[in-house]
C-alpha cells in the first residue's frame, strides 16, 4: 500500500492556496484596471477643467475689451452729432481710468488730431499710424505696440516706453461725410496684469501668442521654446484642442488652445489663448480614490477569509474525516463509519463506506469457515473395484 502520508497536501490546504492565489491574480487584475481607469478619468477630468478654466479667462478678457469697444463706439456716435471740440469731458472721461485707458482722441481726415484726453497730441498730426490709416477704412483692433508720440509725454523718465492695444473708429456726420477717426489706446501692462490676476484665481498658466505664434502675454516663470510646443502649433493652425503634453520645463502639462473672441461687433485683435494645468494638480485625486477603495479592499479581504474558513469547515474537512474512516477500514480497524450527507459526494462516499464496513466481517471469516468444514468431513471409503 502507497504511503498515503508523503502527500502534504490536504483538501482544505489546496482550498486556501486557491484562494489566495485567485485573491493576488485578482487584486492585481483590479489594480491594473483600476489604474487605467482612474488615469483615464483623471485624463477627461483635467482637460475639462483646463477647458472650462480658459473658457471663463477668454470671457472676462474679452468682456474687458468689449466694454472699451462699446464706450469707443458711444463715443464716435457722440462726435458725429456734436462739436468735437466741446466734448473735451467725453475725451477726459473717457480716460478716466489712467491705468486700463491711456489717451483718447479724435483726429480729423487729414490726420490732425482735434481734441484728446488732457489735451495731448492735440494739433499732432497721427496721418501716419496704423491706427488712424486702418481706422478710416472701417473698426480697427491693433496689436500691442510701443508708444511713439505718446511715450514722452506718458513716462518721460520710464527706460522702456509704455505699450498699447488701439481701437479705432471712423466717425461719420448725419449726412454721411466722414468727419475723422476716434480711437482709443488701452495699456498693454493693464492687459496683462488682468490675465495673471484671471488665471491665478482659475489656478491655470496662461499665454497668449499671435497668430504667427509669438508671444504677447505670459504668467510662465520662463518662456518656453514656442516651436518645440504641440500647443504653439495648435495656435498657429487655429485649432482648438486639449491635449497633454511635454513643455520645455520637464513637465508635462494639459494644454487647451481657444481664440480669444471679442462679443459683440468688438473687432478682434487674432489672439489666441494657451491655458495648461500641470499634471500633478490632479495627483489628488488618484490618491483620494485611493485612500477612498483602501476601507473596501479591506472588507472584501476579511469576507473572503471568513467565507473560505466557512467553506473549508463545512465541505472540506468533512471529506479529510471520510478519508480518514476509509483508511481505518482498509487497515481492517472496526470502527463505526462516518456519514454525511452535506453534498451528494459525501453522501455516497459514506453509503458506500458503510457498505464496505457491513459486509468485511462475512469476507474475512469466509475461508477460516471453509476450513473447519473441510476439517470435520468424514473420511470416504476408497471401494476396490470388483
Same mark, same amino acid.
Given at each position: ?22 485573491? +493576488? ?5 483590479? *489594480? %491594473? ?11 477627461? &477630468? ?13 470671457? %472676462? ?17 457722440? +462726435? ?10 467725453? *475725451? ?19 490726420? $490732425? ?16 499710424? #496704423? ?6 477704412? @472701417? #473698426? ?10 505718446? &511715450? ?23 449726412? @454721411? ?13 493693464? %492687459?496683462?496684469? =488682468?490675465?495673471? /490676476? ?5 489656478? $491655470? /498658466? ?10 504677447? $502675454? ?9 516651436? !518645440?510646443?504641440?500647443? *504653439? ?26 481664440? $480669444?473672441?471679442?462679443?459683440?461687433? !468688438? ?5 489666441? =489663448? ?10 489628488? +485625486? ?5 485612500? /477612498? ?14 467565507? !473560505? ?10 471529506? !479529510? ?25 459525501? %453522501? ?37 473395484? #470388483?
Amino acid at each position: 500500500m502507497p504511503d498515503m502520508d508523503r502527500t502534504r497536501i490536504t483538501l482544505g490546504s489546496a482550498v486556501y492556496t486557491f484562494v489566495i492565489v485567485g485573491a +493576488i491574480l485578482g487584486a492585481a487584475f483590479t *489594480f %491594473a484596471a483600476l489604474r487605467d481607469a482612474v488615469a483615464q478619468m483623471t485624463e477627461r &477630468a483635467m482637460a475639462e477643467a483646463v477647458t472650462v478654466r480658459s473658457a471663463g479667462l477668454q470671457e %472676462a478678457l474679452s468682456r474687458e475689451l468689449s466694454q472699451e469697444w462699446n464706450r469707443l463706439e458711444s463715443l464716435a456716435d457722440l +462726435i458725429g452729432r456734436s462739436d468735437p471740440r466741446e466734448l473735451q469731458y467725453a *475725451f477726459d472721461l473717457s480716460a478716466s481710468e489712467g491705468s486700463k485707458v491711456s489717451w483718447a482722441g479724435f483726429a480729423t481726415v487729414d490726420g $490732425i488730431v482735434l481734441r484728446a484726453s488732457a489735451q495731448m497730441l492735440e494739433g499732432a498730426s497721427v496721418a501716419k499710424r #496704423p491706427w488712424f490709416q486702418r481706422g478710416l477704412d @472701417g #473698426p480697427f483692433a491693433g496689436d500691442v505696440h510701443e508708444a511713439v508720440l505718446l &511715450a514722452r509725454l506718458l513716462d518721460p523718465t520710464g527706460e522702456e516706453p509704455p505699450r498699447f492695444l488701439d481701437f479705432s473708429l471712423p466717425v461719420d456726420a448725419p449726412d @454721411g461725410r466722414r468727419l475723422g477717426v476716434v480711437g482709443l489706446h488701452i495699456n498693454f501692462d493693464w %492687459a496683462a496684469e =488682468l490675465v495673471a /490676476e484671471i488665471a491665478a484665481a482659475l489656478e $491655470i /498658466e496662461a499665454l497668449i501668442v499671435s497668430q504667427d505664434g509669438q508671444i504677447i $502675454i505670459s504668467t510662465l516663470d520662463d518662456d518656453p521654446a514656442q516651436p !518645440t510646443i504641440e500647443p *504653439f502649433r495648435l495656435a498657429i493652425l487655429g485649432t482648438t484642442s486639449a491635449t497633454l503634453a511635454p513643455w520645455p520645463d520637464g513637465g508635462s502639462h494639459y494644454s487647451v488652445v481657444q481664440p $480669444i473672441l471679442a462679443s459683440d461687433q !468688438t473687432p478682434n485683435f487674432g489672439w489666441r =489663448l494657451i491655458a495648461r494645468v500641470d499634471q500633478s494638480a490632479f495627483a489628488s +485625486i488618484r490618491q483620494g480614490l485611493a485612500s /477612498e477603495l483602501l476601507p473596501f479592499i479591506a472588507g472584501l479581504v476579511c469576507i473572503l477569509a471568513i467565507a !473560505t474558513v466557512l467553506f473549508v469547515r463545512l465541505f472540506a474537512n468533512p471529506f !479529510t474525516t471520510v478519508a480518514a474512516n476509509a483508511q481505518a477500514i482498509s487497515e481492517g480497524r472496526d470502527i463505526f463509519p462516518f456519514e454525511s450527507h452535506r453534498t451528494r459526494e459525501l %453522501a455516497k462516499l459514506s453509503a458506500a463506506l458503510a457498505g464496505l464496513q457491513a459486509t468485511k466481517p462475512a469476507t474475512a471469516n469466509a475461508p477460516a469457515r471453509q476450513k473447519t468444514d473441510d476439517a470435520t468431513d468424514p473420511p470416504k471409503a476408497h471401494q476396490r473395484a #470388483p
